[in-house]
């Protein structure tokens, strides 16, 4: 059974970092697009970060550009977003994606209906 497993969030105060991981497990998805999407408390949720089927490419949301860093181990199976200089605007549950349909070699999808396959979340809040 195809499988994303987050980990790595927490409470934190502003100007600390996290790095979150996600665990893919139960099909090859070395072969699949990836991405970080946020839900904000009483807010939608709202793409982050995406990283190709390659990993040669990344797209960050503005709003965490300078910021946040996305990358995959193909050999661990695991995706990773890392989170520096963290703010309370930041505070979300962070969920990771996988896209089922095949994906072009070198592109990255932003939108939620482009992944197929999501991970339970995992908490961050960020105190000021």
């Known amino acids: 059974q195809a499988q994303l497993v987050e980990s790595g969030g927490g409470l934190v105060q502003a100007g600390d970092s996290l790095r979150l991981s996600c665990a893919a497990s139960g099909r090859d998805f070395s072969n699949d697009a990836m991405a970080w999407f946020r839900q904000p408390p009483q807010k939608e949720r709202d793409f982050v970060a995406a990283?190709?089927?390659?990993?040669?490419?990344?797209e960050l949301a503005d709003s965490v550009k300078g910021r946040f860093t996305i990358s995959r181990d193909y050999a661990k199976s695991t995706l990773y977003l890392q989170m520096n200089n963290l703010k309370p605007e930041d505070t979300a549950v962070y969920y990771c994606?996988?896209?089922?349909?095949?994906?072009?070699?070198?592109?990255?999808?932003?939108?939620?209906?482009?992944?197929?396959?999501w991970g339970q979340g995992t908490q961050v809040t960020v105190s000021s």
């Open positions: 990283i190709s089927r390659n990993g040669d490419n990344t």
């Open positions: 994606a996988a896209r089922g349909k095949p994906s072009l070699l070198a592109y990255t999808y932003l939108r939620e209906r482009e992944y197929d396959y």
